[in-house]
Nanobody, 123 residues
Framework: RSDLVESGGGSVQAGGSLRLSCAASRLSASGYCMGWFRRAPGKEREGVAAIAGDGKTIYADSVKGRFTISKDNAQNILFLQMNNLSPEDTAVYYC?????????????????WGQGTQVTVSS
């Protein structure tokens, strides 16, 4: 069993919303950079959003203004609120954690990964 477990995926119509959760067990989410990634069919995995240990957030241009990343340090849970979804957002979404508190715009160096949750958006 992964130390990061995603949930909240599903199927929605375009324009709809979903909220993904990532529960961290045996790994602390507090004080570390946590991120959401996705892999669409036939495409490379890409970084979607990340939140640093100090709460600073970064987003991929494709999701800015539609997705919001947040973290509940007390519950050790990472969230991704996704609004105004489009078919282009269809992908398996993964949460991940870096080994330090700061994030980078390259969405690199995440050694800890969940197993993913499927998001399907129909037109």
């Amino acid at each position: 069993r992964s130390d990061l477990v995603e949930s909240g995926g599903g199927s929605v119509q375009a324009g709809g919303s979903l909220r993904l959760s990532c529960a961290a067990s045996r790994l602390s989410a507090s004080g570390y950079c946590m991120g959401w990634f996705r892999r669409a069919p036939g495409k490379e995995r890409e970084g979607v959003a990340a939140i640093a240990g100090d709460g600073k957030t970064i987003y991929a241009d494709s999701v800015k203004g539609r997705f919001t990343i947040s973290k509940d340090n007390a519950q050790n849970i990472l969230f991704l609120q996704m609004n105004n979804l489009s078919p282009e957002d269809t992908a398996v979404y993964y949460c991940a954690r870096r080994g330090n508190w700061f994030c980078n715009t390259e969405f690199s160096d995440f050694p800890y990964w969940g197993q993913g949750t499927q998001v399907t958006v129909s037109s």
